[in-house]
């Protein structure tokens, strides 16, 4: 099956967060906001958010708080974005096993017993590790990650795949780089600095960076992060010859490249260094990716570079902050 017209009631999990809030606001003008679910644990919605479609509490580890919102809203589409992403991860190990694991778990299930449509489960770069090669880390390669949430992103990949061989449900995936966004800040990550040093330059010219300045970790600018995920959902199924673990490449730079890119337009910005327990994290990650089966099985092209995707953010941010 390709093509959306299959994909009438769609809930999206984690949409307060920074993903999740920008998909919701893309699926609702693609499919009609009322078609469109938005889900949370506890955050408030924004108004935006929060007023143009459906949105419901609910607790992904909670399979009946699931299960009751599928009914209600006949849903047949889930795009599962809630998650403990790593820096917190690793704070809490426990609570991202739960939430990454047994979350993960508790919509695979429902989608099968309720034979939805299609289910977009995120992986990430973190299911790589220190092992794996750094460099134009290839689709098929060695995944031995070190943190929490690198190894129930592993787990997941194997999981969804298992679901769609042995249970015919149609789950695909991605691993997402840092995601880069103007609009929700994303919480509890390492590639988080990408998007705090831009709130920072802008509203204090100076910014205290939680990692080394030759930390060069892939990135990509939420635009582009929102048409891959959208692109995926839609691709011919027949083409496909992988799909939960697709690599996803687009910009690469170290933190000191992304300081003096943004340099460029706020010439006092001054960055100082203090690695924290996130360094490790990203030491064990990849730099550059190689994203060709993206590109060959579902026409993966990355549209941001560097430069605009900063001159992007500094606009957008200057509106908000200023
Ligand atoms: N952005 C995530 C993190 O830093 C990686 O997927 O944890």
Same mark, same amino acid.
């Given at each position: 099956?390709?093509?959306?017209?299959?994909?009438?009631?769609?809930?999206?999990?984690?949409?307060?967060?920074?993903?999740?809030?920008?998909?919701?606001?893309?699926?609702?003008?693609?499919?009609?906001? #009322?078609?469109? =679910?938005?889900?949370?644990?506890?955050?408030?919605?924004?108004?935006?958010?929060?007023?143009?479609?459906?949105?419901?509490?609910?607790?992904?580890?909670?399979?009946?708080?699931?299960?009751?919102? =599928?009914?209600?809203?006949?849903?047949?589409?889930?795009?599962?974005?809630?998650?403990?992403?790593?820096?917190?991860?690793?704070?809490?190990?426990?609570?991202?096993?739960?939430?990454?694991?047994?979350?993960?778990?508790?919509?695979?299930?429902?989608?099968?017993?309720?034979?939805?449509?299609?289910?977009?489960?995120?992986?990430?770069?973190?299911?790589?590790?220190?092992?794996?090669?750094?460099?134009?880390?290839?689709?098929?390669?060695?995944?031995?990650?070190?943190?929490?949430?690198?190894?129930?992103?592993?787990?997941?990949?194997?999981?969804?795949?298992?679901?769609?061989?042995?249970?015919?449900?149609?789950?695909?995936?991605?691993?997402?780089?840092?995601?880069?966004?103007?609009?929700?800040?994303?919480?509890?990550?390492?590639?988080?600095?990408?998007?705090?040093?831009?709130?920072?330059?802008?509203?204090?010219?100076?910014?205290?960076?939680?990692?080394?300045?030759?930390?060069?970790?892939?990135?990509?600018?939420?635009?582009?992060?929102?048409?891959?995920?959208?692109?995926?959902?839609?691709?011919?199924?027949?083409?496909?010859?992988?799909?939960?673990?697709?690599?996803?490449?687009?910009?690469?730079?170290?933190?000191?490249?992304?300081?003096?890119?943004?340099?460029?337009?706020?010439?006092?910005?001054?960055?100082?260094?203090?690695?924290?327990?996130?360094?490790?994290?990203?030491?064990?990650?990849?730099?550059?990716?190689?994203?060709?089966?993206?590109?060959? #099985?579902?026409?993966?092209?990355?549209?941001?570079?560097? #430069?605009?995707?900063?001159?992007?953010?500094? #606009?957008?941010?200057?509106?908000?902050?200023?």
């Amino acid at each position: 099956m390709s093509g959306s017209d299959d994909m009438k009631h769609i809930l999206v999990t984690g949409a307060v967060g920074q993903i999740g809030s920008e998909l919701t606001m893309e699926l609702r003008k693609l499919h009609g906001n #009322e078609n469109v =679910v938005a889900m949370g644990r506890k955050t408030k919605p924004s108004d935006l958010l929060g007023n143009s479609g459906p949105f419901e509490f609910g607790d992904v580890v909670d399979k009946s708080s699931l299960e009751r919102i =599928v009914k209600d809203h006949d849903i047949d589409t889930i795009y599962h974005m809630a998650a403990i992403l790593s820096g917190d991860g690793e704070k809490n190990p426990q609570l991202a096993y739960n939430v990454n694991m047994n979350g993960l778990y508790n919509v695979l299930e429902l989608a099968r017993e309720k034979e939805m449509t299609r289910v977009m489960v995120p992986s990430s770069i973190a299911a790589f590790g220190p092992t794996t090669p750094k460099e134009n880390t290839p689709q098929e390669t060695i995944l031995k990650p070190t943190t929490m949430y690198g190894l129930t992103k592993v787990a997941g990949e194997l999981l969804a795949d298992y679901y769609f061989k042995r249970f015919q449900v149609d789950v695909r995936g991605l691993r997402y780089p840092g995601i880069i966004s103007s609009e929700t800040l994303p919480g509890g990550g390492t590639t988080d600095y990408a998007v705090e040093i831009f709130y920072e330059a802008i509203k204090n010219k100076k910014y205290n960076c939680f990692v080394r300045e030759d930390t060069v970790l892939p990135m990509m600018y939420m635009p582009d992060c929102i048409n891959a995920t959208i692109d995926l959902m839609n691709a011919d199924v027949n083409k496909l010859v992988h799909h939960s673990d697709f690599n996803l490449g687009a910009l690469s730079f170290s933190a000191g490249q992304l300081a003096a890119e943004i340099r460029k337009h706020i010439p006092e910005f001054t960055v100082t260094y203090e690695p924290d327990f996130r360094q490790a994290i990203a030491d064990s990650w990849p730099r550059t990716i190689d994203d060709s089966a993206a590109r060959a #099985e579902w026409g993966w092209k990355p549209t941001y570079g560097l #430069e605009k995707m900063t001159v992007d953010m500094i #606009e957008k941010l200057s509106k908000k902050l200023l």
